[in-house]
T-cell receptor
Framework: RKEVEQDPGPFNVPEGATVAFNCTYS??????FFWYRQDCRKEPKLLMSVYSSGNEDGRFTAQLNRASQYISLLIRDSKLSDSATYLC??????????FGAGTILRVKS | NAGVTQTPKFQVLKTGQSMTLQCAQD?????MSWYRQDPGMGLRLIHYSVGAGITDQGEVPNGYNVSRSTTEDFPLRLLSAAPSQTSVYFCASSTLGAPKEKLFFGSGTQLSVL
């Protein structure tokens, strides 16, 4: 079983839609959680950290469920510019950061 | 600040050749790492370092060596290139400890091994 698993998608949504991605992790001792965004052929960039109480940044909401070992990312009012691959990242023991394979989002007009 | 500088951007090797991918950061980050990204597999950790003189293996270390003689530099060496090492390589750095764990990535190296 992979340490971090994501639905690869693609998720094809119209502009203005709300879309949600989940990511599951296998190590219950994982310490920190993040969502990164990667545009085609570019380097990944941090979108947001995920805190235990959940957190919001504009149209983006991230949540953590430790009991079920998953994190989620909700995007409201999708924009064309949100089209990208969204990577779930988990900090494991020993400062190791493990990436999921990513979920592709395509927002269409 | 230049951030994370990774060179070269593109490289073609023949099977059996060796080479070094360079990575340097000017942010005084303790943590540095190398990832490879293959279609459908996401980024996989090759090696990482939490400080000068300290390195450790990631998920896919075979065929690669690293060293961390300074805080700034973290080169990745391919000892004897194989076609299976054809991939996009990313170097990344960060501070240690939440909440400042944002990874800063270099722009990547597209490596082809023939």
């Amino acid at each position: 079983r992979k340490e971090v698993e994501q639905d690869p998608g693609p998720f094809n949504v119209p502009e203005g839609a709300t879309v949600a991605f989940n990511c599951t992790y296998s190590n219950s001792a994982s310490q920190s959680f993040f969502w990164y965004r990667q545009d085609c052929r570019k380097e990944p960039k941090l979108l947001m950290s995920v805190y235990s109480s959940g957190n919001e940044d504009g149209r983006f909401t991230a949540q953590l469920n430790r009991a079920s070992q998953y994190i989620s990312l909700l995007i409201r009012d999708s924009k064309l510019s949100d089209s990208a691959t969204y990577l779930c990242v988990v900090k494991d023991y020993g400062n190791k950061l493990v990436f999921g394979a990513g979920t592709i989002l395509r927002v269409k007009s | 600040n230049a951030g994370v500088t990774q060179t070269p951007k593109f490289q073609v090797l023949k099977t059996g050749q060796s080479m070094t991918l360079q990575c340097a950061q000017d942010m005084n980050h303790e943590y540095m790492s190398w990832y490879r990204q293959d279609p459908g597999m996401g980024l996989r950790l090759i090696h990482y370092s939490v400080g000068a003189g300290i390195t450790d293996q990631g998920e896919v270390p075979n065929g690669y060596n690293v060293s961390r003689s300074t805080t700034e530099d973290f080169p990745l060496r391919l000892l004897s290139a194989a076609p299976s090492q054809t991939s996009v390589y990313f170097c990344a750095s960060s501070t240690l400890g939440a909440p400042k764990e944002k990874l800063f990535f270099g722009s990547g190296t597209q490596l082809s091994v023939l």
